[in-house]
Structure formats: C-alpha cells, structure tokens
C-alpha cells in the first residue's frame, strides 16, 4: 500500500469512529434526558363588570 492511501484510511477510519462515537452518545443523551415541560402559569382572570355594554 502507498503512503498516501495508509493515511487516508487511517484519517477515514478515525472519522468513522468518531462519528459513530458521537451519534451514540447523541442517542444515549437524548433517550434519557427527562423531558420537562413548564407549568402553564395561572392567570388570574379579571372581573367582568360592565362587559355587557362595554362599546
């Protein structure tokens, strides 16, 4: 094998694992980060006087 062809498949083949490294770690994260949703503030709600003919 040429020298040139060695290094491009070491440098493919460590992008290649790296690559698979992070897609599994993105997995991993991503399957057990609890997911959080904000409680829905309440609003308190106004009086209604004089909404009949508020013009």
């Given at each position: 094998m040429s020298p040139i062809l060695t290094i491009f498949l070491l440098i493919t083949g460590w992008l290649a694992v790296a690559g698979a490294m992070l897609w599994g770690l993105m997995r991993i994260s991503r399957h057990h980060h609890p997911h959080v949703q904000p409680k829905p503030q309440d609003i308190?709600?106004?009086?209604?006087?004089?909404?009949?003919?508020?013009?």
């Open positions: 308190p709600e106004k009086p209604v006087t004089g909404a009949v003919n508020a013009h």
